[in-house]
């Protein structure tokens, strides 16, 4: 099936993002300017402006599937983070680097982080391809973040999470924000962190339902 992926793009972002309450003009901007068909396998090109999640993974090392987040969420969550074009953010959980290509053209830098070694070497290569050369992809432990990298302005977390870490919440620079999904399935909820005077804190934003990030569960304490 042929496919003409800018009219794919306008009809994603009239269909699914507008409709949502998202209404920034650079982040609508970005979203019809970034290929999403580059970020899926050439079998999954077709599906690209799908209204669901897209498996881009199995799991790396015993992990958990891995997606392309569906277009609306994303937008939304992205949008809650009000990022600036001065901004330097950490994207945990990159996959292969949409989310990344879109940061890459609202913030000033963009450090990119993955655990899947191949998904980070095809976020890497897909990103040089369109030119993004504002984002570093580097691979690693994704609830450890990139302190070297830090302090951010924004860290975005690309799937649902049991619980934030507080080593990500550490590595917020001040008056900085951090947006998740809390909680699993039709539980999740997208929270806003901000980081005012030394202190952090978080607000619920919206219900949210998202594939979960692997390597974010809870620690279960043991129980006599």
Do not use: W
């Amino acid at each position: 099936m042929s496919a003409d992926f800018s009219e794919r793009r306008v009809k994603m972002v009239d269909g699914q993002v507008r409709t949502t309450d998202v209404t920034s003009a650079p982040l609508i901007e970005a979203m019809l300017s970034v290929p999403r068909e580059a970020f899926v396998g050439a079998g999954q090109q077709d599906l690209a402006y799908i209204d669901e999640d897209i498996r881009i993974s199995d799991g790396a090392n015993g992990g958990g599937a891995r997606y392309l987040m569906e277009p609306s969420p994303l937008a939304k969550l992205l949008q809650l983070a009000e990022i600036d074009a001065g901004d330097s953010v950490l994207d945990v959980g990159c996959g292969t680097g949409y989310s990344a290509a879109l940061l890459s053209r609202l913030a000033r830098s963009v450090v990119a982080l993955e655990s899947d070694p191949a998904l980070a070497e095809a976020a890497k290569s897909t990103l040089s391809g369109l030119g993004c050369q504002n984002v570093t992809v580097l691979a690693g432990p994704l609830q450890q973040g990139q302190a070297a990298k830090g302090p951010y302005n924004v860290i975005f977390i690309g799937g649902s999470v049991e619980e934030v870490p507080t080593a990500l919440l550490d590595q917020l620079a001040e008056e900085g924000r951090l947006v998740a999904v809390e909680g699993r399935g039709n539980s999740g909820v997208a929270r806003l962190f901000f980081k005012a005077g030394g202190v952090v804190t978080g607000r619920r934003a919206f219900n949210a339902a998202i594939k979960p990030l692997p390597g974010f569960e809870r620690a279960h304490a043991f129980e006599f």
